[in-house]
């Protein structure tokens, strides 16, 4: 059955929603399998922060690039798919039993800080 109108915009946008969903899912298998497991399960050569932490920085950074208007890297990348990459390994990150440090946010609190 073909849709029309309002139905066939919506399944558009459906559409489109599982297209950008499915290419942020590819992003983070490709990552995970070039990088290993390095964003949930870092080496800690330097930093000693744990894991949440850590992709907090990474998010950090993101959003500074995005606030700033610039890409930094010789290499051009896509920030915005990188941002959501790492929020979904922080969702991840907090299922894992860790340790959180005083200061530290949650994903709600990150959410509502990033609509404000």
Same mark, same amino acid.
């Given at each position: 059955?073909?849709?029309?109108?309002?139905?066939?915009?919506?399944?558009?946008?459906?559409?489109?929603? #599982?297209?950008?969903?499915?290419?942020?899912?590819?992003?983070?298998?490709?990552?995970?399998?070039?990088?290993?497991? %390095? #964003?949930?399960?870092?080496?800690?050569?330097?930093?000693?922060?744990?894991?949440?932490?850590?992709?907090? *920085?990474?998010?950090?950074?993101?959003?500074?690039?995005?606030?700033?208007?610039? #890409?930094?890297?010789? *290499?051009?990348?896509?920030?915005?798919?990188?941002?959501?990459?790492?929020?979904?390994?922080?969702?991840?990150?907090?299922?894992?039993?860790?340790?959180? %440090?005083?200061? %530290?946010? %949650?994903?709600?609190?990150?959410?509502?800080?990033?609509?404000?």
């Amino acid at each position: 059955m073909r849709l029309t109108g309002i139905d066939a915009a919506y399944e558009t946008t459906q559409d489109k929603i #599982a297209a950008e969903c499915d290419d942020i899912k590819e992003l983070l298998l490709a990552k995970n399998k070039a990088y290993g497991d %390095s #964003a949930l399960t870092p080496v800690r050569i330097f930093s000693k922060a744990n894991t949440t932490e850590q992709i907090k *920085v990474r998010i950090d950074d993101k959003i500074s690039r995005l606030q700033r208007g610039t #890409a930094t890297e010789a *290499v051009p990348e896509d920030t915005v798919r990188d941002l959501i990459g790492y929020l979904i390994l922080l969702l991840i990150a907090e299922q894992k039993p860790v340790a959180r %440090s005083a200061g %530290s946010m %949650s994903v709600p609190a990150l959410i509502g800080y990033l609509h404000n």
